[in-house]
């Protein structure tokens, strides 16, 4: 990924969580605590920015979560009030609504292919979701961790779901059957927020609200096998850049690329003034790279 100026897209009140649209000239989408989300697509050598429809207003309260269907116009939104929503970027509406999708906010939602999709809540509670279904009930239901769902992430080759909890766990979810595979033991004074794989899917890294990286081995999931002490504050946001390099978005306002195994800081690739980094989404191509903050 080259580095380049980086362009400041104004959102008019505080992102809650970005996600960038697959292809060469993506759409970012910032979920904002005003209940709409920020459009903005991506083109030309010097990246300026230039609106589809400048935002859909999808709820009414705060709106926390978002992701892009692959290959799709459509987005994916979650509210604190704890309902989901279906948008087109192309109309600038909503097709389809699902009113009382969780009895507590959203706190992550995720696609898991062009239908299906999944989310996340404050209770731990995680949902599986298909677009197609007539009925508004969810496919399947787990309640997976005891304190809020911070970070999801697939693994298509292994079946893989991965969730992490504000109570220090991780938790291995099959997304054909959506049963628990694994997961790893609580109290570890630690709350994870964001997850990522590396080395070819060998290694689950998990960021942490001490700002220590918890490195998992696939196959051993009780424990982490290894830590990495690198940042001063909270890791709330992981993006995989390569297969040897981790991009962290932390609480002190700096994006840091690092090294996973060998564990090593590479430098800070960016920052946010005056606030900490909530959400990192990266580019199909690894050309762009959005952070809300």
């Not at 362009?7 to 009140?13: E, M, Q, Y």
């Not at 970012?28 to 605590?33: D, E, K, M, N």
């Not at 116009?73 to 097709?95: M, N, Q």
């Not at 991009?247 to 564990?263: E, F, H, K, Y």
């Amino acid at each position: 990924m080259k580095k380049s100026k980086p362009l400041g897209i104004r959102c008019g009140c505080a992102p809650m969580d970005v996600a960038m649209q697959r292809g060469p000239t993506p759409l970012v989408a910032a979920a904002l605590v005003d209940g709409s989300v920020a459009l903005k697509r991506l083109e030309g050598e010097h990246a300026k920015a230039r609106s589809a429809h400048e935002s859909l207003r999808l709820h009414e309260d705060s709106c926390r979560a978002v992701d892009f269907f692959p290959q799709s116009s459509s987005l994916i939104t979650g509210g604190v009030d704890g309902s989901l929503r279906l948008g087109d970027v192309e109309t600038g509406k909503a097709v389809r609504t699902f009113s009382e999708a969780h009895e507590e906010g959203l706190t992550r939602v995720l696609a898991l292919d062009p239908h299906l999709f999944a989310s996340g809540d404050e209770a731990g509670v995680v949902q599986r979701w298909d677009a197609r279904a007539s009925s508004s009930l969810a496919t399947a239901k787990i309640e997976l961790h005891e304190h809020g769902v911070s970070d999801f992430k697939t693994l298509p080759g292994k079946h893989a779901l991965l969730s992490t909890g504000g109570d220090g766990t991780l938790a291995f979810v099959d997304s054909r059957t959506f049963k628990v595979r694994a997961k790893s033991e609580g109290g570890a004074d630690d709350e994870f927020l964001a997850v990522e794989t590396m080395r070819h899917g060998t290694k689950v890294v998990c960021g942490s609200g001490s700002g220590v990286l918890h490195i998992f081995s696939w196959g051993f999931w009780n424990d982490c096998s290894a830590l990495y002490p690198g940042h001063p504050d909270a890791v709330e946001s992981l993006i995989r850049l390569d297969d040897e390099a981790l991009i962290t978005g932390c609480s002190d306002g700096l994006i840091r690329v690092v090294s996973v195994v060998p564990n090593r800081m590479i430098g800070v690739l960016g920052s946010h003034k005056g606030g900490g980094v909530v959400k990192l989404a990266l580019s199909e191509d690894a050309r762009w790279l959005a952070s809300a903050g």
